[in-house]
Nanobody, 129 residues
């Protein structure tokens, strides 16, 4: 299966910002919605945001609304997650995944998803308070 590569994580102080990137060499991302997910230490994986294949629709879990923005540049075959005003609770490994659409993820309350790619290694975001 195709593996998407999330990158851009790092250590940042609370209130700071980071931009994550999601790329997939040899795989056309514009055919898919792209979801961002995260897994905090000792916790399960949770959905964070989703952007439709054409970028027209963007969805966010309540805990990140107003702080995170997802976007995509299909010409560069890359999807982004801009994270601002970061909180210690945002500390997690972040993953991106290809979806047929955002509908199942959003309508299930961010708990159900069928991905069309492997999870990959993710990128670690650590927010210090």
């Amino acid at each position: 299966e195709v593996q998407l590569q999330a990158s851009g994580g790092g250590l940042v102080q609370a209130g700071g910002s980071l931009r994550l990137s999601c790329a997939a060499p040899g795989f056309t991302l514009e055919d898919y919605a792209i979801g961002w997910f995260r897994q905090a230490p000792g916790e399960g994986r949770e959905g964070v945001s989703c952007i439709s294949s054409d970028g027209a629709n963007r969805y966010y879990v309540d805990s990140v609304k107003g702080r995170f923005t997802t976007s995509r540049d299909n010409a560069k075959n890359t999807v982004y997650l801009q994270m601002s005003n970061l909180e210690s609770e945002d500390t997690a490994v972040y993953y991106c995944a290809a979806l047929i659409s955002c509908n199942l993820l959003v309508q299930s309350g961010w708990v159900a998803v069928v991905i069309r790619s492997d999870w990959g290694q993710g990128t670690l975001v650590t927010v210090s308070s």
